[in-house]
């Protein structure tokens, strides 16, 4: 675990004494908890951030949420409406890869598009949050890239298979706290970019359903925790809606960058 700050990095070994454990249990011991690890990483060695293995910074999500079409000109390339309430699906911890490993392209399918995303870290958990006070319960925030597998998501009416292929999304680099971005992390440029070039570039104020309404309609269906993930949804120009479409391959090198989150970066490996 390490913390970056002002360009350096330092942190702790998890066999090292007080390691302060994964992202998941400091966030449950709340802000007092975070600015403890915070220091305790510090006062770690420096970490050479081109030497690590990089994993999720989320290490144990109890759920991973996730909207469709939330953005209204990523609706109007798919011919889908944007919703009049947010559309949610789910992902699971083994479709997901940390910034620098590889995107796995399964074998049953060609079909492997991209998709950038801001995704929320849930802080303090709670049921029936209102409006006014859901931003209070976001930690912060990091990059996902909601690769999917088109055609299996498209042959059903629910699109869970085609979101869960293993090693299939990334997640990463960096968590941020929510107190280095506006509030509910509005207003940021987010960029896809396959081999360098830019293919989606939006801002997250364009989004259908934004954070603290997101948050709020979530928690009327499910008690929220500490460490939890919510992605947003992604904005126009992926790989499906192009002519003719364009999807990942071996070789292609995927890069998602969110303003004040760093770049999520990714190669694509075909399945073995």
Request: net charge negative.
């Amino acid at each position: 675990m390490a913390v970056l700050d002002e360009g350096a990095a330092h942190g702790v070994f998890s066999d090292e004494p007080g390691y302060p454990g994964g992202l998941s249990a400091i966030i449950r011991q709340g802000t007092p908890g975070l600015l403890r690890a915070a220091e305790r990483l510090r006062n770690g060695a420096g970490v050479d951030l081109d030497s690590i293995n990089y994993l999720p910074p989320v290490d144990r999500p109890g759920k991973i949420l996730c909207l469709g079409v939330n953005y209204r000109a990523h609706g109007q390339e798919t011919g889908i409406a944007a919703p009049p309430r947010p559309t949610v699906f789910v992902r699971f911890p083994s479709s997901l890869v940390g910034h620098r490993a590889a995107l796995v392209r399964p074998k049953v399918s060609v079909q492997f598009d991209y998709e950038g995303e801001l995704a929320v870290v849930v802080g303090k958990g709670g049921r029936h949050i209102p409006v006014e006070k859901a931003l209070e319960h976001v930690a912060g925030y990091t990059i996902l890239n909601d690769g999917s597998i088109r055609d299996y998501q498209l042959e059903t009416p629910q699109w869970t298979i085609g979101k869960n292929f293993d090693s299939s999304g990334s997640m990463g680099p960096f968590f941020v706290t929510a107190d280095e971005l506006p509030p509910g992390g509005s207003g940021l440029k987010l960029e896809t970019r396959i081999n360098g070039e830019v293919l989606q570039s939006a801002s997250t104020a364009d989004m259908v359903h934004d954070v603290a309404h997101t948050l709020a309609f979530l928690s009327q269906a499910m008690t929220l925790a500490p460490g939890d993930v919510i992605a947003t949804g992604t904005p126009p120009g992926v790989g499906m809606a192009r002519k003719p479409p364009l999807y990942m391959k071996a070789g292609d090198v995927c890069e998602v960058t969110v303003e004040g989150l760093g770049i999520l970066l990714n190669t694509v490996l075909d399945e073995v």
